[in-house]
Each structure stands twice: as structure tokens, then as C-alpha cells.
Nanobody, 131 residues
Framework: QEQLVESGGDSVQSGGSLRLSCVASASGYTYSSYPVGWVRQAPGKEREGVATIDRVGRTSYADSVKGRFTISRDNAKNTLYLQMNSLKPDDTALYYC???????????????????????WGQGTQVTVSS
């Protein structure tokens, strides 16, 4: 079973930037094998799909982050990234990286809408944006 370990969360002011990372620790595990993405959960709210990248590298984003966030992966380093620019207080949440390691696999937009379709999750990293 792979382990996903996030890092990079911090407290920043509105307009600032952060880059989140997620390392997959299992031997033989590569992000290009599975649909993967970032999901966030703010206090008192449901988990929200933020960005996804499918096995061939196509990306999708929630409307709330389009133009500000960029998802990418480095297969050689087994690392998934989320570059977050122009951060807003509404971006404050616990951010998880997630993967779906069991077929059937779905479209990127499906994982954005139904993030619980992922079956493997990291422990989360906190992002706090102050105004």
C-alpha cells in the first residue's frame, strides 16, 4: 500500500503563494499510473476537489482556483505538486493529496466533483490565508 505524504502548508497573507508537495513512498508506485489530485476541506465544509491530473497528464481545476493554482507531477521523484498563487482567505483549508489506485478510473472532472472516488489519501497539510 502506497503512502502519500504532503508538505508545504503554511500561514500566508492574502495574495501570497505556496507550493504543496506530496511524495508517494511505496516502492514501484508512480503517479503516472493513477489519476491523482488535490482535495481540500475547510472547517465545517465538505471535501472539495481542487485540481486533478490523469494518467496521460491532462489537468482539471475547480472554478474557484482556475488561473491561480497549477497541479503538476514529477514521475522521477514520485512527487505531486500544487503551486498556489494569489491566495485568498477562502483558500484556507486542510489540503490532501489523493490517488485512485483501483480501476475503473474516471474522468478528471469526475474526481473534482466526487473526490471521495479516490481510495488513497495523505494525512493533509494546513494552508491558512489571512486578509
Amino acid at each position: 500500500q502506497e503512502q502519500l505524504v504532503e508538505s508545504g502548508g503554511d500561514s500566508v497573507q492574502s495574495g501570497g503563494s505556496l507550493r504543496l508537495s506530496c511524495v508517494a513512498s511505496a516502492s514501484g508506485y508512480t503517479y503516472s499510473s493513477y489519476p491523482v489530485g488535490w482535495v481540500r476541506q475547510a472547517p465545517g465544509k465538505e471535501r472539495e476537489g481542487v485540481a486533478t491530473i490523469d494518467r496521460v497528464g491532462r489537468t482539471s481545476y475547480a472554478d474557484s482556483v482556475k488561473g491561480r493554482f497549477t497541479i503538476s507531477r514529477d514521475n522521477a521523484k514520485n512527487t505531486l505538486y500544487l503551486q498556489m498563487n494569489s491566495l485568498k482567505p477562502d483558500d484556507t483549508a486542510l489540503y490532501y493529496c489523493a490517488a485512485d489506485t483501483a480501476p475503473p478510473y474516471y474522468t478528471s472532472s469526475y474526481y473534482l466533483r466526487y473526490p471521495r472516488a479516490y481510495n488513497s489519501w495523505g494525512q493533509g497539510t494546513q494552508v491558512t490565508v489571512s486578509s
